[in-house]
């Protein structure tokens, strides 16, 4: 007896449905997991974690903060960069910040949960630090010396023309001191909480300043990764670093040198993105061979 048309479609369709769950569902997923356990991929699937005397402290494909539990940095270990997913290296809160080349204008606000600072703000709030912590210069084009973005709201007479009429540095309030005294003949003012001077009519207005245009501190060390995960730093980054981690573990430059230089990855096949210094892996070598004082 012959079915129905409707009902063998139907069927064909239920038998279609549990041949690909069979094999997308169960063959396709247990064979990947098959050829991740295979000799030299095994270690990447598993996650490529890291013991120290028999302990897990970490993955080599994770980066992770070495500060105190202030979240100050700890000056025995090199730092990595900084990170945007949840509170630092966050895995189920990967993410970026978000923040493009044209947040420069800070939210100043009397609640600190309705301030937030623009992403040029926050470069220059690293390097003053990084500059501190490694004893180089942390200035910055179009940074002020306190370490924030060095932008003014200009206001003119007929909106974008005209002689200037008033000057607000937005990103500074008081206490701090205009890192300009004037702009084109007008005092240069501080910006108040809750004022929205770019609604208001003001031109923003980037100033670049006198830092040296090739800084001393490295992007990498200024600037989140795009998953905020990263866990290597530029060598440029690590060289910086390497005066301070002597001096703190009573090393030889040379020989703190020469671990970076063990710990460095070269470019992907030889050629794609840039050399990397994985920071955990070249920590634990450095608790292994100098211990801090």
């Known amino acids: 007896m012959r079915l129905p048309t409707w009902i063998a479609q139907h069927l064909a369709a239920l038998r279609a449905v549990l041949v690909f769950t069979v094999l997308l569902g169960l063959v396709y997923p247990l064979a990947l997991v098959a050829v991740g356990q ?5 270690h990447k699937t598993d996650g490529s974690l890291i013991t120290s005397g028999g302990t897990t402290v970490g993955s080599a494909l994770i980066g992770q903060s070495f500060t105190d539990a202030d979240g100050n940095p700890v000056a025995r270990y090199f730092q990595s960069r900084p990170s945007a997913a949840g509170d630092g290296y966050d895995p189920t809160s990967t993410s970026a910040s978000n923040l493009g080349p044209e947040s420069v204008v800070d939210t100043i606000a009397i609640d600190p949960e309705e301030a937030s600072e623009s992403l ?6 690293r390097s003053k630090a990084i500059g501190e912590l490694d004893g180089v210069d942390g200035r910055r084009p179009y940074c002020t010396d306190d370490g924030v973005g060095a932008v003014l709201a200009v206001f003119r007479a007929d909106g974008l023309t005209g002689p200037v009429t008033r000057v607000v540095s937005v990103n500074q309030a008081a206490p701090a001191t205009p890192f300009l005294p004037e702009y084109q003949g007008v005092t240069v003012e501080l910006a108040q909480p809750g004022e929205d001077y770019v609604a208001a009519g003001g031109v ?6 006198d830092a040296p245009a090739d ?18 730093i530029s060598p440029a980054y690590a060289e910086l670093q390497v005066n301070r981690v002597a001096r703190e573990r009573g090393a ?12 460095t990855e070269g470019r992907g096949l030889g050629f794609l993105g840039e050399p ?18």
């Open 215 to 232: 800084p001393a501190v490295p992007a990498d060390a200024v600037t989140a990764s795009a998953s905020g995960l990263d866990p290597q």
């Open 276 to 293: 990397g210094v994985n920071v955990l892996e070249l920590n634990l070598a450095l608790d292994k061979q100098f211990a801090a004082r």
């Open 120 to 125: 040029l703000t926050q470069v220059c709030e």
């Open 38 to 42: 295979l000799p030299g991929l095994n």
């Open 252 to 263: 030889d430059p040379a020989a703190v040198r020469k671990l970076v230089k063990e710990h």
């Open 204 to 209: 923003v207005t980037p100033i670049r300043g």
